[in-house]
């Protein structure tokens, strides 16, 4: 993968796979540490201990479709790339916390990558899971906070196209301020 955004999706289609209804994704710049911190948490059905020591080994799967999972494996790599680390925190019945955090300067650092269209193609396909974006650098911060556009909606689906196109374009707005879009 060649950027962030598409470890991310695929990273948010595990915890949907796990039954999730919440996801929250919050990207924080250490501009003093020269670190990205990345958190990914979501309500979903949880591992137990085995699992998460396991879940990183490309050659394990809860899936039937295939004997590898490699979307775990390869976001362990590109963290341990950039002399960066992960951690994950789960339990059984309440969901799975994810944190790695990448040297930001590094050479082998990931771009941000399209991070409105994932998360636009996110909701499109699953417009009945929240989602929450955070993106911070020192004080400045994006929210973006689907039950919140929920709430102002009302009655229309989030999944309306014009409504996608408007938050997409909301989203390349909110990013534009870090100049990583």
Same mark, same amino acid.
């Given at each position: 993968m060649k950027d962030l955004s598409l470890y991310l999706l695929d990273l948010a289609q595990n915890s949907l796979r796990a039954g999730a209804t919440l996801i929250k994704f919050r990207l924080t710049e250490l501009v003093a540490e020269g670190r990205l911190v990345i958190v990914i948490e979501d309500n979903g059905k949880g591992m137990t201990s085995a699992e998460v020591q396991q879940v990183v080994d490309p050659f394990y799967t809860t899936r039937n479709t295939r004997k590898v999972g490699l979307g775990l494996s390869l976001f362990a790599a590109a963290v341990e790339r950039c002399n %960066?680390?992960?951690?994950?925190?789960?339990?059984?019945?309440? %969901?799975t916390k994810l944190t790695a955090s990448f040297l930001l300067h590094h050479w082998d650092c990931p771009p941000l990558g399209d991070m409105a269209g994932t998360l636009i193609v996110l909701i499109a396909g699953n417009p009945d899971v929240d989602f929450i974006f955070c993106y911070q650098r020192e004080q400045t911060k994006y929210i973006f906070n689907t039950m919140q556009i929920k709430e102002q909606l009302e009655d229309v689906p989030i999944s309306t196209p014009t409504v996608l196109a408007y938050l997409e374009e909301n989203i390349r707005k909110g990013l534009s301020e870090f100049a990583i879009v």
């Open positions: %960066g680390e992960l951690s994950i925190h789960s339990q059984p019945g309440k %969901g």
